[in-house]
Structures are given as C-alpha cells and as structure tokens.
C-alpha cells in the first residue's frame, strides 16, 4: 500500500471524526432546546419556581449551555459518559445493559439481509430483462413505499394475532433459551430485513448492470468467457466498491429503523432506551445514545469509502 492511499484513507478518517465532532454539537444544541427539563419531568407541573431551582442547580443544570457542552464532550472523550438525571445511575452502565440487545438484533438483522440482498440483486442484474427482474424490482419498490411501523403492524396481526406462532412483543430476559429468543426476534428481524433487503438489492442490482454494460466485458465475452465466470471474476470485483457502499448506506438505514422497531415490540435495546429517556427528558442518556448512533453511521460510510479506494485501482494513485 503506497503512501498516496495512506494519506487518503487518514483524510477519510480525519473527515469522519471532524463530522462526529460537529455532529455533537448538534445533538447538545437540539436536545438543549427540547421543552421542559428533567427536573420539571420528576417534578410535575405543579412544582414550584423555588423546588424546580433547587432541582436544577442540583442536576447541574443551570450552568450555561456552553460550559455544560464543554464538560460533557470532555466527559465523553475521557470515557466519562455522565450520570443519568432520573436513575442516577452511570450512564455507560444504563446503555451497556441494552447495548448487546440492540447488537444482537442488528445483527441477525445483517446476517439475514446482506447475503439475500446481494444474491438477489446479482441475479437480477445478470436476468435483466427477464420476469425474475421484473418480479423482484416490482417487489422491492413495494416493499421500500412501506414504511417498517406497517410492516411491524401487519406482521404482527398476522404471526401474534391471527396465526399465533410468535409473540407480539419481542422481550429477552438473562437465561432464555436460544429457541424462544429467536421466536421473539423473528418479527423484529423479518419488519427490518424487508426494507434492507429491498434497498440493498436495487442498489446492488444497480451497481452490477453498470459494470455489466462497460466495454470490457464486452471484451471478456468475445474472448469466449462462461457468463459465470464473466459475472463473479470480472464484473463483481470492480463492482465491489458501489457495493460496498450500497450495503453501508442500506446497514445505516437499519439505525433508523430500529427505532420504530424496538418502540413497536418493546424490545429492550439502545433506541427504545433513547425513546423512553426523550419523555422524561434524561438528556444525557439520550445525547449519548444519539452520539452512538451517529457514529455507527459515519462508521459505516467511512468503511464503505475505504473499500472503494481499495477496491479501485483508479483510486490508488495519484
């Protein structure tokens, strides 16, 4: 790897943290202006001026916006993420304890998606033209112009309430067995792998019809290549940056569902955490929990830029 790709990739990483820091800032600034505080949430709304004064000065939040700003970013980078407002509990420890759940439904989220996404959209780019393309782009524009909290309803009017095979909300305690986690993950898996997978695969589809159509594989086919091989050791491997950047942005796309999902199901992970932390105004848990996911966002970008510099061989060089 010559020193001309270092110095690329060290700007895409220096870019990304450059945006995680302006992306803190914003979070600080809009959760700063939300209505009410934690304080007038604990409270109620027939606290007095005096009781809510006292409140705030002890939650530290009468200190003006930009000293508070600046002690929590230098909380945050000496791994010190603050103490909840409401629990009084670390918040490292509030998120750790729903962290691997919201992980573990990520990633089965990936694990299904991903290999489904890219098969069928491959097969669709080398089919073009055929009912098998026409099906399958007709499918996944139907199913990306439904929004998850429909596809989270409808799944569950039909498994939860007409069919009975899963359970309508998606609870995981600390010794279930491998069988029931699965059934309570399954409509929470199924609502978000139906729109990566449709997002995934025009994308995919798109990127591979690009390099199908490009001159030298119309060489490659005069030299009388098998289209298999055509496809898998010619057309995909110069295809293998907008793919990887189609599977960032389609992962990435996943952090705003699960949002929606975990609300739907109640099932115990960050977002639903960040949800319930909004209305009672926890805003240092909620900040974190918005860092979390703006920086799994830029990372994931910043992975898939990587691997279309490596992947490209234009890119490589001055």
Known sequence: MNLFILRLLARRVGLALISLLAVSAIVFAITAVLPGDAAQEQLGQDATPEALAALRTQMGLDAPAPVRYAQWLGGMVGGNAGESLVTRMPVSEAIGSRLPNSLLLAGLTALISVPVALGLGILAAVYRGTWFDRSVSLGAVAVVSVPEFLIATLAVLLFAVQLRWLPALAYIG???????????????????????????????????????????????????????????FHALPNAIGPIANAVALSLSYLLGGVIIVETIFNYPGIAKLMVDSVAQRDMPVVQVCAMIFCAAFLTLVTLADVCGIVANPRLRHR
């Open 174 to 232: 600390n010794n279930e067995p491998w069988d029931k986690v699965l059934r309570s993950l399954a409509m929470p898996v199924l609502t978000l792998c139906c729109v990566i997978v449709a997002q995934m695969l025009r994308m995919t589809r798109a990127a591979v019809i690009d390099q199908l159509n490009a001159p030298y594989i119309e060489m490659v086919r005069l030299k009388g290549a098998s289209p298999t091989r055509m496809v898998l």
